[in-house]
C-alpha cells in the first residue's frame, strides 16, 4: 500500500507561483509513475504532468507546458509540482497519484495510488 500526502497548496494572484509537494509513505523504487492532476469545480479531473521515477521522463498537458515542472526528490520519497506564471484558470484541487506499472502517463484511470489533494486557488 502507498499512502501520498500533497501539501503547498494555497491563494495566489495570478503570475504569482506555488510548489506543491507528495510524500509517499514507502521507497518509491515500486513505483513506476508519480502524476499531478486537478479537479476544477464543476469539471472533470484532468491530467497535468507526470514523472516517471526510473529515468526522470516527464510528461504535461499543453496549457502548463513551460509554466509548470514536474521533479522528484529520490531520498525523500517526494515528488513535487512547481506552478509559476499562475492563472485563474489554474485554480484547482490538485492531487498526487502513483502508477504501480507500466501504463499510459494521461490515463487517470491507470493510476493506483492517490492523495487526498490540495486546494490552489489563483485569483486575478
Known amino acids: 500500500q502507498v499512502q501520498l500526502v500533497e501539501s503547498g497548496g494555497g491563494l495566489v494572484q495570478a503570475g504569482g507561483s506555488l510548489r506543491l509537494s507528495c510524500a509517499a509513505s514507502?521507497?518509491?523504487?515500486?513505483?513506476?509513475?508519480m502524476g499531478w492532476f486537478r479537479q476544477a469545480p464543476g469539471k472533470e479531473r484532468e491530467f497535468v504532468a507526470a514523472m516517471r521515477w526510473s529515468g526522470g521522463i516527464t510528461t504535461y498537458t499543453d496549457s502548463v507546458k513551460g509554466r509548470f515542472t514536474i521533479s522528484r526528490d529520490n531520498f525523500k520519497n517526494t515528488v513535487y509540482l512547481q506552478m509559476k506564471t499562475l492563472e485563474p484558470e489554474d485554480t484547482a484541487v490538485y492531487y498526487c497519484?502513483?502508477?504501480?506499472?507500466?501504463?499510459?502517463?494521461?490515463?487517470?484511470?491507470?493510476?493506483?495510488?492517490w492523495g487526498q489533494g490540495t486546494q490552489v486557488t489563483v485569483s486575478s
Open positions: 497519484a502513483a502508477q504501480r506499472t507500466t501504463a499510459q502517463a494521461t490515463d487517470i484511470g491507470k493510476y493506483d495510488y
Open positions: 514507502v521507497r518509491t523504487f515500486s513505483v513506476y509513475r
